[in-house]
Each structure stands twice: as C-alpha cells, then as structure tokens.
C-alpha cells in the first residue's frame, strides 16, 4: 500500500501564494507519475498539474504561469507552489500517485482564497 499526506492548505487572500507538500510512503517500486487535483464543492475533481517520473510537467489551463508542480531528484515528495491565487482557486487539493496503473490519493487539504 502507498500512502500520501498532504500539507500546506489554508487561507490566503487573492493574489497571495501557498505552496502544498505531499509526501508519498509505502509499497512505492515504480513511480509513474504524480499529481495535484482539486475540488470544489458541487464540481468534479480536476487536474491540476502532473509530473512525470521524467520530469515532463502539465499543468490545467487554468492555472498555467502562477503554479508549478516539482518533485526533486525525483524522490517520495511532491510540491504545488501556487502563486497569484484567485477566488476560484479554491478547492480541497488532493495529491495522486500512480503506480502500476494504480492510483492512490491523499486525504485533501483546503486551500480558501479570499476576495
């Protein structure tokens, strides 16, 4: 089993920045990528930005040039450094690895920006 914890959430007015940490532990062979998803309340969960195991990075329309998604030396760690942040940024934040074609998600941590 993996597990994942996430940390980093909170409130922040618009236009500040947050940075969220997730750390991976367990069964963990052959990271395949991992990611950030968020979810608002009555909306689906959405990508937010992924990172390969190579490195190659992806990011959601959304939020393309104020966050960025890193993993360094390609260890259990990811990160979600979130600046310029919006109203509509806010969301629970779940960490995902896959592995194996598996998918394992963290508890969610809320990210509240204010107006």
Known sequence: QVQLVESGGGLVQAGGSLRLSCVASGTIFSINSMSWYRQAPGKQRELVA???NGGSTNYADSVKGRFTISRPNAGNTVYLQMNSLKPEDTAVYYCNLRQWSHD?????TQVTVSS
């Open 104 to 108: 394992y998600w963290g508890q969610g």
């Open 50 to 52: 992924l990172i390969t």
